[in-house]
């Protein structure tokens, strides 16, 4: 029996309210010139009067040395291990765009790109075009491409230039390599299928894409697509089964609202904006939920875009709307993160993340500041991401004694 099992085992259905902020990709490493991370250079005294009154420290969220992406990051958190949950990405950006995803369905996440006339992609984004174009391009896929087939596709917008790919029909294999290079100048990777029918779902795959370049060939900057993310879809045990939380999801980014759906949580119409997460969780707050996650997506988009006075903009707003949940009073209340961003990179990064666990029953440690060096000297120490949640429960009185 592994720990996560005994969290389940004296897991019950009383104790206090959870909350989690999680401030997406917002571990940074120090910028050459500044000498420091985003989170240093911020003006962020709620965040670090917040710390003064928790247990601070480091959380690495799969592995040592191990870059997450965001879903085995937020499984991660909400007490999955990421290592035997191995959900695709298109699986949570189905979810996430409230797609009424069937079991055996596959699903993969779409970016619309630019390719050039030599076959290689020159943005991956294609300029990270408006939601309004993408739609276009999606009814046009939809009303022109086809699939020789027992069963169908769907193809849906997202928002901006991202999209989700849904293939329903019998004996479709789900472990395809991404078509998603990830760097520009390369050229689209091939499926790589491994079984018969990962080949059956890659023929399928390939046809698509094939028809949809002819398609677009005529369209700019969006003239052809890249996939990444396939997996065939089961859904997974929920919190309320597993912990005896009532979670609730507060976010705006698709994938996010995906994972929350996949671990059973009620999540609430899309908020539109920072301030409006933050309020809409007042809203909610201690009526029909005892979990409740909001979900900061740009600090992690500044820190893609290598834009660091960006990301240290988005803290800083964060940071303007802390008093609305310190005022919620919550029994425990979390700020992390789900990976690392530095903006010095522009990409995720295997850093640990900085942690803090105000609740009554924390040890209040010595760190005064809410960033990644001040957190190394927490009480916490650096651990186990996994291990937050079962901290979190605990602190919350929602875990049973052990043994006699």
């Not at 964060?318 to 993160?337: H, K």
Request: proline content about 5%; some cysteine.
């Amino acid at each position: 029996m592994n720990i996560i099992n005994v969290w389940e085992k004296l897991a019950w259905n009383q104790g206090g309210n959870i909350v989690y902020i999680i401030l997406d990709g917002v571990g940074g490493i120090p910028d050459p010139e500044k000498g420091k991370t985003e989170l240093q250079v911020a003006h962020t005294p709620n965040l670090d009067r917040l710390a003064k009154q928790s247990s601070c420290g480091l959380l690495e969220i799969v592995g040592p040395g191990i870059t997450p992406g965001s879903g085995p990051g937020h499984l991660t958190l909400f007490g999955y291990d990421a290592l035997q949950y191995k959900i695709g990405r298109g699986i949570l950006s189905a979810l996430g765009i409230e797609f009424d995803l069937q079991p055996g369905d596959v699903a993969a996440r779409v970016n619309f790109a630019t390719m050039k006339a030599d076959g290689t992609i020159a943005d991956r984004r294609a300029g990270r075009i408006e939601t309004q174009l993408n739609q276009r391009l999606s009814e046009k896929i939809n009303q022109n491409v086809s699939l020789e087939f027992e069963g169908e596709y769907f193809f849906k917008t997202v928002s901006e230039h991202r999209a989700v790919f849904v293939l329903r029909g019998t004996e479709l294999g789900g472990q395809l390599q991404d078509t998603d290079p990830q760097k520009t100048g390369l050229q689209p990777h091939g499926l790589q299928p491994q079984s018969q029918a990962d080949q059956k779902t890659a023929q399928l795959v390939e046809s698509f894409i094939k028809q949809v370049n002819q398609l677009l060939s005529d369209e700019y900057p969006a003239n052809t697509i890249l996939m990444r993310g396939f997996d065939c879809y089961n859904p997974l045990i929920s919190l309320e089964e597993r912990f005896k939380l009532k979670g609730v999801c507060i976010a705006d980014y698709p994938m996010y609202r995906g994972v929350s759906r996949l671990v059973g949580m009620d999540v609430l119409p899309r908020p539109g904006g920072m301030k409006e997460r933050f309020q809409a969780l007042k809203s909610c707050y201690g009526k029909d939920y005892n979990f409740y996650f909001l979900h900061v997506k740009h600090s992690d988009s500044r820190g893609e875009d290598k834009n660091f006075e960006g990301k240290v903009n988005v803290l800083e707003e964060v940071d303007q709307l802390m008093p609305i949940v310190t005022r919620l009073n919550p029994d425990v209340l979390v700020v992390t993160a789900d990976h690392s961003t530095p903006a010095v990179m522009g990409k995720h990064s295997w850093h640990p993340v900085p942690v803090m666990i105000k609740a009554k029953t924390a040890r209040v440690d010595s760190v005064t500041t809410f960033d990644e060096y001040a957190c190394m000297n927490g009480s916490l120490g650096l651990r186990s991401g996994l291990q937050l949640m079962g901290l979190a429960l605990a602190h919350g009185e929602r875990l049973k004694k052990y043994g006699a």
